[in-house]
Nanobody, 119 residues
Framework: QVQLVESGGGLVQAGGSLRLSCAAS????????MGWYRQAPGEQRELVAT???????TFADSMKGRFTISRDNAKNTMYLQMNSLKPEDTGLYFC?????????????WGQGTQVTVSS
């Protein structure tokens, strides 16, 4: 089995920063794309950012210039540095990974870490 464990969420004032981490563990051959998604109360889950094993990144428009995504392939760990946080960034942040196990590709999700930005 594969587990994704997020950490780093919390309560921060508007304009502050947080750094989220996502560590993947288990029987992993390789990880292709990893990404962060968030879900606000009563809203659908939305893309925050993704990063490939080669380091190519994509961001949702509202996060560009404020968030940075990175990963350590050797540690199967991904990070999200969030700066200039706004109250609308509040939500449950989920980690996603597209993982190859025993020659087959599977999607995995973490349980989420809560980010709350106060005004």
């Amino acid at each position: 089995q594969v587990q994704l464990v997020e950490s780093g969420g919390g309560l921060v004032q508007a304009g502050g920063s947080l750094r989220l981490s996502c560590a993947a563990s288990g029987s992993i051959d390789s990880i292709n794309v990893m990404g962060w998604y968030r879900q606000a109360p009563g809203e659908q889950r939305e893309l925050v950012a993704t990063i490939t094993s080669g380091g190519s990144t994509t961001f949702a428009d509202s996060m560009k210039g404020r968030f940075t995504i990175s990963r350590d392939n050797a540690k199967n760990t991904m990070y999200l540095q969030m700066n200039s946080l706004k109250p609308e960034d509040t939500g449950l942040y989920f980690c996603h990974a597209y993982v190859r196990r025993f020659g087959q590709w599977h999607n995995y999700w973490g349980q989420g870490t809560q980010v709350t930005v106060s005004s």
